[in-house]
C-alpha cells in the first residue's frame, strides 16, 4: 500500500505541475477579461435568475434544479476535508489561491454553462445531453471528438474512482468514526486491515441510500438536491458564521497570516520563498477545482439539462455555483481553521475541520463534533448522488445512450461507494486530484478556442436583456 501511495503521489505532482495550473489560470483570465469582468458585473443578476426560473424555457429540470445537481456535486468534502488539507499541505496562504482561482473560475464556469447549452443535443429517448464532450464535439468541430472522448473517460474515471465516490463516503466514514469511536476501540479486520464497527455500519447505511436514490436517475437526484442542498449550505454557513463572529478579534491576524503565507513571507517548513509559493498555489489551486470544479467541466453536464432557452443566462445561473462554493463556504471553513491553528497542529483530514469547530463553537465538544459530522455526512452524500449523473452522461457520450449499459455502471457505481471506506486517505485523495486534472485539460482547451464564442452569444444576450427583448 505505500509502494501505491507513493506511486500515486508521484502521478499527481506531475498532473498537477505548473502546466496545468497555469492553464487554468490563464483560461479563467482570459475569459474574464473578453467578458469584461461579468462575474463582477452581473453578479446580482446572477443571483436573482438563480431564484427565478425561466418561464418558457425547454428542457428537463428548472435552472435552480440544475445548479442545486451540480452544487450537490460541488459542495461536499472538498469544501471540509479538500480545504483543511490544503491549509495543512501548503500553509495558509493556500486559502488565499483558493479565492484567486475561484475569481476566475466564476468566468470560468459562466462560459461552461453557457456552452453546454448552446451545444446540447437530444437523444433517441428525447433525454438532453450536454457538456464539454458535446461543446467540444459540435464547436469546435467533428475532428475534434477525440478531445471529447478524451475528456469523458477522465469524467468516468473521476466519477467511479475519484471525486464522486471514494473521497466522499472516505470522508463521511472518517467523521463519523472520529465521533462514535474515536480511539478506534470496536475493529474486525476487513481486507486484511482493522476497521471499527462504526466504519462498516456508515459505509454500508450509505451505500443503501445512495443505491435507492441513483437508480431513479437525474429527476430523482434533482429533487432530493433542491431540498437538501440550500438547507445544509445555509445550516453549515452559519455554524462558521458563529465561530468567526464568537472570535471577531482575531480575524486580522488570521487574513495577515493567509497573505504572508500566499506570498511567502512566512515560509513553512523552512522552504525557500519560491518553493513556498508554488506549494501553497498548487494545493490552494488543485483543492479550489476540487471543491468548486471551475475549469473540470462537470457543472455542465447538469447545466445542459435546465429548461432554458437562453445560453447566457444559464452561463449566469451555472456561474453563482461557484460563489456560493468558495467565495462563500470554502471561505467560512479556511478562516475558522486559520483562525483556531488547527492546520499546524499534525491532524489529518477532518480532524483539522473538527478541531476548528471544537475551538470556535460556543458548544460542547460532543455538540460541535456531531454538528462538523451532519454536515460533512450530508454535503458527502449530495456529491456522491450528483457525480452518478455525470459519470453516466460520460458513459452515454462514449457508448451511447444504452439502458442495460447505463444500470450496469449504476451498480458498479455503488461497489465503488462500498469499498471506499477501506482505502487510506492520502492515496484517495491524491487519486482524486489526478482524475480532476486530466479532466480539466481537454475542458480548458476546449473553453480557450470557444471563449469568442462565448464572449459573441454573451454581448447579444445583455444587449437583448437591456432593450427588453429578453426574459429578465
Not at 83 to 96: I, N, P, Q, S
Amino acid at each position: 500500500m505505500d509502494k501505491f501511495n507513493d506511486i500515486i503521489s508521484e502521478i499527481d505532482s506531475y498532473v498537477w505541475g505548473i502546466p496545468l495550473i497555469v492553464l487554468i489560470i490563464v483560461g479563467g483570465i482570459l475569459l474574464t477579461v473578453r467578458l469584461g469582468f461579468l462575474q463582477v458585473r452581473k453578479l446580482g443578476k446572477a443571483l436573482k435568475f438563480m431564484v427565478k426560473n425561466e418561464e418558457s424555457g425547454s428542457g428537463e429540470v428548472s435552472s435552480f434544479s440544475a445548479l442545486c445537481t451540480a452544487l450537490s456535486a460541488t459542495v461536499g468534502t472538498g469544501n471540509i476535508v479538500g480545504v483543511a488539507t490544503a491549509v495543512a499541505a501548503g500553509g495558509a496562504g493556500a486559502l488565499f489561491w483558493m479565492e484567486v482561482a475561484a475569481f476566475f473560475g466564476m468566468a470560468t464556469k459562466y462560459a461552461e454553462g453557457l456552452l453546454a447549452v448552446k451545444y446540447r443535443v437530444k437523444d433517441e429517448n428525447g433525454d438532453i445531453l450536454g457538456g464539454p464532450f458535446y461543446y467540444i464535439e459540435n464547436g469546435l468541430g467533428k475532428r475534434w471528438k477525440w478531445l471529447g472522448k478524451t475528456f469523458a473517460v477522465f469524467g468516468l474515471g473521476a466519477g467511479l474512482m475519484g471525486i464522486g465516490t471514494i473521497t466522499q463516503i472516505n470522508g463521511i466514514t472518517s467523521a463519523a468514526n472520529n465521533f462514535f469511536d474515536p480511539k478506534s476501540a470496536h475493529t474486525v479486520t476487513i481486507f486484511g486491515m482493522e476497521q471499527t464497527w462504526t466504519t462498516i455500519i456508515a459505509g454500508a447505511l450509505i451505500t443503501l441510500l445512495v443505491a435507492l436514490i441513483v437508480i431513479g436517475g437525474i429527476k430523482r437526484i434533482a429533487r432530493i438536491s433542491e431540498i437538501i442542498v440550500p438547507a445544509m449550505i445555509v445550516a453549515y454557513v452559519s455554524c462558521c458564521l458563529i465561530i468567526i463572529f464568537c472570535h471577531v478579534s482575531e480575524i486580522p491576524t488570521a487574513v495577515a497570516e493567509i497573505v504572508k503565507g500566499a506570498f511567502g513571507l512566512r515560509p513553512i517548513a523552512g522552504g525557500a520563498v519560491g518553493s513556498v509559493i508554488m506549494l501553497s498555489m498548487r494545493n490552494g489551486v488543485a483543492r479550489g477545482i476540487f471543491s468548486n470544479e471551475a475549469g473540470l467541466g462537470s457543472a455542465p453536464i447538469a447545466a445542459a439539462a435546465a429548461k432554458t432557452n437562453e445560453p447566457a443566462r444559464q452561463g449566469l445561473v451555472t456561474m453563482t455555483g461557484t460563489f456560493i462554493d468558495t467565495i462563500l463556504v470554502c471561505t467560512m471553513t479556511g478562516l475558522s481553521i486559520v483562525m483556531a491553528g488547527s492546520h499546524e497542529k499534525g491532524l489529518e483530514g477532518v480532524s483539522i475541520t473538527t478541531d476548528a469547530f471544537n475551538y470556535g463553537l460556543p458548544f460542547p465538544e460532543r455538540v460541535s463534533s456531531f454538528i462538523l459530522m451532519a454536515c460533512l455526512a450530508v454535503f458527502a452524500f449530495t456529491t456522491i448522488l450528483g457525480w452518478n449523473y455525470y459519470s453516466e452522461r460520460c458513459l452515454s457520450y462514449l457508448t451511447g445512450s444504452k439502458k442495460k449499459v447505463t444500470i450496469a455502471y449504476r451498480w458498479l457505481y455503488i461497489l465503488a461507494v462500498f469499498i471506499g471506506p477501506y482505502l487510506t486517505v492520502e492515496a484517495v485523495w491524491n487519486l482524486a486530484d489526478i482524475f480532476n486534472g486530466l479532466m480539466a485539460l481537454p475542458n480548458i482547451i476546449a473553453l480557450i478556442c470557444l471563449s469568442g464564442v462565448v464572449a459573441a452569444e454573451t454581448k447579444d444576450y445583455l444587449g437583448r436583456l437591456k432593450a427588453g427583448k429578453a426574459e429578465d
